[in-house]
């Protein structure tokens, strides 16, 4: 295992370890003690969000190796208390430096946050087993500065306006219509999905981005019901749903030469679709097994 020790080192230094954000662009706290200018290596950890309203992302980002181009994950303790692993996502950057992000969930990494207000040192290890880096950051002045998170990237769950309700699946016609002979029409709302893949037909890169970015994706299953618009440029909202809870988010999207659909939001993973009889469905395809999510329907 690798070590890299940053912060208890930096002297005067050390009483702003922890910084907001403020500026134009992304707002919230980060904690980058050696500078990023040059050849130096560096190491940062940032929560932010793009604007006020906006779901935080957790970011790493550092001069050095990539640890691989799929999800890592990052196992932070404080003070030497039991670690609590987050699942970041490979975002390429410019040449020998690293990022990767993963969407800031408050129920899950909350009491995670008040840890690094209130302790001393933070240990990141990065990755698992011999390869896995661990880089140790202070958290001088980390209370003052996610304290201002509250301003700086309110809840966006707390402040968001009531959801639409789900839109309700596309139901095919299931034969001529009694009263007239002919056949029945499809009903309004949402299509099933253009192209008209064969079962079994993987799409590619190209069939990903002709028929499903800029338009409204969703999809149910036994763990509940999802909805998702990947934007063209790289971002994504959508709203999960489960019972009579619902969820909106917001993340990111990349989209791989194999035609794997890769985001990051609340979680992350790699996706793809495949024709199936009933229409096109969506998998999961970075757990080792493909695990069927459901049948997609696509807004027009």
């Not at 999809?219 to 990947?230: I, Q, T, V």
Request: proline share 8%; charged share 15%.
């Amino acid at each position: 295992m690798f070590l890299f020790h940053i912060g208890a080192s930096a002297g005067a230094a050390g009483a702003q370890d922890w910084q907001q954000l403020t500026g134009p662009g992304r707002q919230g706290v980060e904690s980058c003690p050696l500078p990023r200018d040059g050849r130096d290596a560096f190491f940062c950890l940032s929560l932010t969000c793009p604007h006020p309203g906006r779901a935080m992302d957790w970011t790493v980002t550092y001069r050095g190796t990539a640890l691989g181009d799929g999800e890592l994950p990052v196992a932070i303790s404080v003070d030497h208390g039991a670690p609590q692993v987050i699942r970041l996502g490979y975002r390429p950057g410019p040449e020998g430096v690293q990022s990767y992000v993963g969407g800031f969930d408050r129920k899950a990494h909350g009491l995670l946050l008040t840890r690094l207000a209130q302790g001393l040192n933070a240990e990141l290890v990065l990755g698992e087993g011999a390869g896995a880096v661990t880089h140790r950051l202070g958290l001088a002045g980390s209370h003052r500065a996610i304290t201002a998170l509250d301003d700086l990237c309110p809840d966006p769950i707390a402040h968001a306006p009531a959801e639409a309700p789900m839109a309700a699946p596309y139901a095919a016609p299931t034969g001529p219509d009694p009263r007239t002979g002919q056949a029945e029409s499809p009903k309004p709302g949402i299509l099933p999905y253009p192209g008209g893949y064969p079962p079994g037909h993987v799409l590619s890169a190209a069939d990903v981005r002709a028929t499903l970015i800029g338009h409204e994706l969703s999809w149910s299953n036994s763990g509940g019901a999802s909805r998702m618009l990947f934007r063209a440029d790289g971002q994504l909202t959508g709203l999960s749903q489960n019972g009579e809870s619902a969820r909106p988010f917001t993340g990111h999207w990349q989209l791989r030469e194999d035609g794997q659909l890769c985001w990051t939001t609340h979680a992350s993973g790699c996706f793809r679709f495949r024709g199936a009889a009933d229409g096109l469905h969506v998998l999961r395809s970075d757990g080792g097994r493909a695990l069927d999510l459901g049948r997609v329907s696509i807004a027009p």
